[in-house]
């Protein structure tokens, strides 16, 4: 049984382009997060998703930056016209549950996904 | 004011000792996670309690809901549990307490 599957682990790329991270969470979790983890910062929650909708955007950039997790493949993070500020790991924690709420669901994490641009 | 406050941010311990780190949150839980990450970045999640205590191995962890407070204790440290152990309720995070632990 697979964990929390991240790709790619490495990505550089310039400012301007786009860089896509991809979640695989384990099967059977339909409950996708995303969190940022800046250089020398702590976790950051950006967005919640369970298959085909978006539950949770409140820690997510309002502008370059969207998160799918559509019903057949793996999550996908997406950030427009990277810049600097965007360097930094990104994470993924599926569930079987929700996480958060009523009937609370373990969090398994990924490896991580680290963005450096250029 | 951080809705989850972790003390202390570092803490250099030596092989053997009785370690705790401690968790304040101010927003309502149904459940609060201790995490680990290690030098290399991994995240791995140690406990998920709602109430009362849990028990692996040499890691305690115990929660207050009444309190808003949660401890995670390691008995016997060992260099290996050198690493960043990181508070977690609903979506929120600590900041981290970096353990070292000298052999």
């Known amino acids: 049984n697979a964990g929390v599957m991240q790709n790619p682990r490495h990505l550089v790329r310039r400012r301007g382009q786009e860089a896509r991270l991809r979640c695989s969470p384990m099967?059977?979790?339909?409950?996708v997060y995303w969190y940022r983890q800046l250089p020398e910062e702590g976790l950051k929650f950006m967005v919640y998703?369970?298959?085909?909708?978006?539950?949770?955007e409140s820690g997510m950039p309002k502008e370059r930056f969207s998160a799918e997790f559509p019903k057949e493949g793996p999550s996908i993070l997406r950030i427009q016209q990277v810049v600097r500020g965007d360097s930094a790991a990104y994470f993924c924690?599926?569930?079987?549950?929700?996480?958060?709420?009523?009937?609370?669901?373990?969090?398994?994490f990924g490896e991580g996904s680290r963005l450096t641009v250029l | 004011k951080n809705e989850v406050e972790q003390s202390p941010q570092n803490l250099t311990a030596q092989e053997g000792e009785f370690i705790t780190i401690n968790c304040s949150y101010s927003?309502?839980?149904?459940?609060l996670h201790w995490l680990q990450q290690h030098p290399g970045g991994g995240i791995v999640s140690l406990f998920m309690?709602?109430?009362g205590k849990k028990k692996h191995g040499r890691l305690i962890a115990t929660i207050n809901i009444q309190e808003k407070h949660s401890s995670l204790h390691i008995t016997a440290s060992h260099p290996r549990d050198s690493a960043v152990y990181i508070c977690?309720?609903?979506?929120?995070f600590g900041t981290g307490t970096s353990l070292t632990v000298i052999p």
């Open positions: 924690a599926s569930s079987p549950r929700p996480s958060g709420g009523a009937n609370t669901g373990e969090l398994f």
């Open positions: 099967k059977g979790h339909s409950h």
């Open positions: 998703l369970q298959k085909e909708n978006i539950i949770d």
């Open positions: 927003v309502g839980i149904s459940a």
């Open positions: 309690l709602s109430s």
């Open positions: 977690a309720v609903s979506l929120y």
